[in-house]
């Protein structure tokens, strides 16, 4: 059983600009304007509270929230196993609901960042180090549980790293993480779900 506490609408437009030779790259780096992902502050059974992604405008299989069948946060809601500050709700109203959250920068969101947890499988190995030409800047992962393909710890917190997330193949498990360790629930407007 899952537990919703909080929701938080993350975009990442305010990420500095960083301009590349090759314009097959530079037209990702320049894609992550329009790039956002939703969180929710989860409670599962015996577990503390994690934010983790449950929805984003790029992506597939973990990363979306229906479409794929028989999964994601909108078929849990639909099926009973995820609730909303411990009630449920019919999934069409938890979907308005989602759809309605204000996006947020990076700078709004206090000691949270995101982070994403991947390992390159399939095509992806050929990319792994390179891209096009651009060989990626690995100096800001957490590489010290690393094998040769991961996973990597991966701050999402420059373009080029949002770039590699999207283009190079692997699982990925993206998240809200505080260097604090505080999962403090954000000052929000609470969704009114049971108005």
Not at 10 to 20: M, P, Q, S, T
Not at 32 to 59: C, M, N, T, Y
Not at 60 to 68: N, Q, R, V
């Amino acid at each position: 059983m899952v537990n919703e506490r909080d929701h938080v609408k993350l975009g990442f437009a305010e990420l500095a600009r960083v301009n590349v030779a090759d314009q097959w790259l530079q037209y990702h780096f320049n894609s992550v304007d329009d790039v956002w992902i939703v969180f929710a502050l989860e409670e599962r059974d015996g577990q503390p509270p994690k934010w983790r992604r449950i929805h984003a405008s790029w992506g597939h299989g973990e990363a979306a929230m229906y479409g794929a069948y028989k999964k994601g946060a909108a078929w849990e809601v639909h099926t009973g196993q995820r609730k909303l500050r411990g009630k449920t709700l019919p999934v069409e109203k938890y979907l308005a609901e989602i759809a309605k959250l204000p996006t947020k920068q990076l700078s709004d969101i206090g000691a949270l960042r995101p982070m994403c947890r991947k390992s390159v499988e399939g095509h992806g190995l050929e990319y792994i180090d390179r891209y096009y030409g651009h060989e990626w800047d690995k100096s800001s992962w957490d590489m010290s549980e690393a094998g040769p393909t991961g996973p990597f710890l991966i701050p999402l917190s420059t373009r080029q790293n949002m770039a590699f997330l999207q283009r190079v193949d692997g699982s990925s498990d993206v998240y809200l993480a505080s260097a604090t360790g505080s999962i403090k629930v954000l000052p929000t407007d609470t969704l009114d779900l049971f108005a």
